[in-house]
């Protein structure tokens, strides 16, 4: 099952077969929105608008838990994430696409984890992005003609608001590539449910830094979303049989992100909290039982 959550400017996907809204309930609150079924030639997919359609949701109030806990609950295994981002280089101009490979994370008013008091878990994410997703969707927007850079750093700020001019020179400074404000934490909660993620970045413009212009508009930004946004719904129709046709384990690991993860000892659990975490870690609960 693949799983496709939309950013700015997207918020459905086109020439689905069978599709229909479904509510998704998630013991972490509610998600951005109902989710869309549906299949691409045959392929079964579940569509997510982050920021809920009609782009109700601000960066700081999706609840990105609710989010990555109701895709896995409806069976996703693979995601790809679609992220409008301005630009902190010259060659990454207005119109590229971006499929980054590290994230800063500066993002300081969101719920970072699923685990906690109770149930402490740690994962790794120094490697956040599922590089056979990246795979696929390198090939797929290549297939469809687009601007394509692989590879590249994310620097994640908290917004609403656009960066500062120092910001900007701060985050070109660090050697990030692109600015946004939506893929942490979801990235790193994707990892902690165990799924495989990856970011395709749509460029929308160059951020403040840029001699051409001193300050980012929504007009701006949205000036260049429509052309982005179909591209990008050409891509994610062509990744969506190679993705499918991927059976099996995980190259990476990103489906075993959990093992070894969770240091609360059994007996130190709190079982009302591991009860939440039924669909996000219940590989590995279910697996502690039978072997106690």
């Given at each position: 099952m693949i799983g496709v959550i939309g950013g700015s400017g997207i918020y459905q996907v086109?020439?689905?077969?069978?599709?229909?809204?479904?509510?998704?309930?998630?013991?972490?609150?509610?998600?951005?929105?109902?989710?869309?079924?549906?299949?691409?030639?045959?392929?079964?997919?579940?569509?997510?608008?982050?920021?809920?359609?009609g782009h109700r949701i601000s960066p700081t109030e999706v609840n990105y838990r609710a989010n990555i806990d109701a895709l896995k609950r409806a069976g996703v295994t693979r995601v790809v994430a679609l992220s409008a981002v301005g630009s902190l280089r010259e060659g990454?101009?207005?119109?590229?696409?971006?499929l980054v490979d590290q994230f800063i994370d500066r993002t300081f008013a969101r719920q970072k984890s699923f685990f906690g008091k109770g149930m402490v878990a740690h994962v790794s994410v120094a490697h956040?992005?599922?590089?056979?997703?990246?795979?696929?969707?390198?090939?797929?927007?290549?297939?469809?003609?687009?601007?394509?850079?692989r590879g590249g750093t994310y620097v994640v700020m908290e917004g609403p608001q656009f960066s500062t001019l120092a910001e900007s020179n701060l985050y070109r400074s660090w050697g990030c590539d692109v600015v946004g404000m939506t893929n942490m934490p979801e990235a790193k909660l994707a990892r902690e449910a165990e799924l495989c993620y990856a970011t395709l970045?749509?460029?929308?413009?160059?951020?403040?830094?840029?001699?051409?212009?001193?300050?980012?508009?929504?007009?701006?930004?949205?000036?260049?979303?429509?052309?982005?946004?179909?591209?990008?719904?050409?891509?994610?129709?062509?990744?969506?049989?190679?993705?499918?046709?991927r059976i099996g384990p995980c190259p990476h690991k990103c489906d075993r992100a959990l093992d070894n993860a969770i240091m609360t000892m059994e007996s130190a659990r709190d079982e009302a909290f591991a009860r939440k975490l039924d669909a996000v870690a219940g590989r590995v609960l279910k697996s502690n039982r039978r072997d106690s």
């Open positions: 086109d020439g689905l077969e069978g599709a229909q809204w479904k509510r998704v309930e998630s013991p972490f609150g509610e998600p951005s929105d109902e989710l869309l079924f549906g299949k691409i030639e045959g392929h079964e997919v579940v569509f997510l608008p982050r920021h809920g359609r990454l101009s207005p119109g590229t696409f971006v956040p992005v599922c590089k056979a997703v990246g795979d696929d969707l390198e090939a797929a927007a290549v297939g469809v003609g687009a601007s394509v850079v970045a749509m460029v929308t413009d160059y951020d403040c830094w840029h001699p051409s212009h001193d300050h980012v508009t929504v007009e701006d930004v949205v000036a260049v979303l429509g052309k982005n946004s179909e591209t990008a719904r050409k891509i994610v129709k062509r990744v969506i049989p190679a993705l499918s046709s």
